[in-house]
Antibody, heavy 114, light 107 residues
Framework: VQLVESGGGLVQPGGSLRLSCAAS????????MNWVRQAPGKGLEWVSG????????DYADSVKGRFTISRDNSKNRLYLQMNSLTAEDTAIYYC????????WGQGTLVTVSS | DIQMTQSPSAMSASVGDRVTITCRAS??????LAWFQQEPGKVPKRLIY???TLQSGVPSRFSGSGSGTEFTLTISSLQPEDFATYYC?????????FGQGTKVEIK
């Protein structure tokens, strides 16, 4: 199992960013997927989850209405579209399969700052 | 949303000590509780799922118990590599929620 996140970077407040997670080594289209984040020096926060088909999605209250999770099973990829970013969204973002089973990816750092 | 409260938030312990960390849910979550370990600078990894099932490859000194609203993670004999931060996670209902973490430090 391998998960590789990408797409992070420095973005200004109010800006947008799209994260991607490339999955390999398992049957992606039979696994629900999730995003989890960790702000610098802080604890873990579950951000969003998506069902195997992509037909069902859920979000943390802190990102609802601003973030959109999606997946492309033909490409074995998971996405997180992040809009209206604020400094509180600064974190390492990890993707994880199922009930956050190991291994996770190394994460991608998102920094929201002017 | 379900709130997860871990205790203690931090603790000091010696190699060989028995360590117990508690996680309480604000409402019943059946056994949909997982424990994660995060060593400094590393990616979190799952230790236990459905409250008491050990993840493959995790040493048997780790164990979990509980159901409903109260859960415990026990390390039977603390080893040097166990000094880390531990988190519980409820995945009984959305949004999933983590506890605030318990940092286990060397005494």
């Amino acid at each position: 199992v391998q998960l590789v996140e990408s797409g992070g970077g420095l973005v200004q407040p109010g800006g947008s960013l799209r994260l991607s997670c490339a999955a390999s080594g398992f049957t992606f289209n039979t696994s629900a997927m999730n995003w989890v984040r960790q702000a610098p020096g802080k604890g873990l926060e579950w951000v969003s989850g998506i069902s195997t088909s992509g037909g069902a999605t859920d979000y943390a209250d802190s990102v609802k209405g601003r973030f959109t999770i999606s997946r492309d099973n033909s490409k074995n990829r998971l996405y997180l579209q992040m809009n209206s970013l604020t400094a509180e969204d600064t974190a390492i973002y990890y993707c994880a399969a199922g009930w956050l089973l190991p291994p996770w990816g190394q994460g991608t750092l998102v920094t929201v700052s002017s | 949303d379900i709130q997860m409260t871990q205790s203690p938030s931090a603790m000091s312990a010696s190699v060989g000590d028995r360590v117990t960390i508690t996680c309480r849910a604000s409402q019943g979550i059946r056994n949909f509780l997982a424990w994660f370990q995060q060593e400094p600078g590393k990616v979190p990894k799952r230790l236990i799922y459905v409250a008491s099932t050990l993840q493959s490859g995790v040493p048997s000194r780790f164990s979990g118990s509980g159901s409903g609203t109260e859960f415990t993670l026990t390390i039977s004999s603390l080893q040097p590599e166990d000094f880390a931060t531990y988190y519980c996670l409820q995945h009984n209902s959305y949004p999933w929620t983590f506890g605030q973490g318990t940092k286990v430090e060397i005494k």
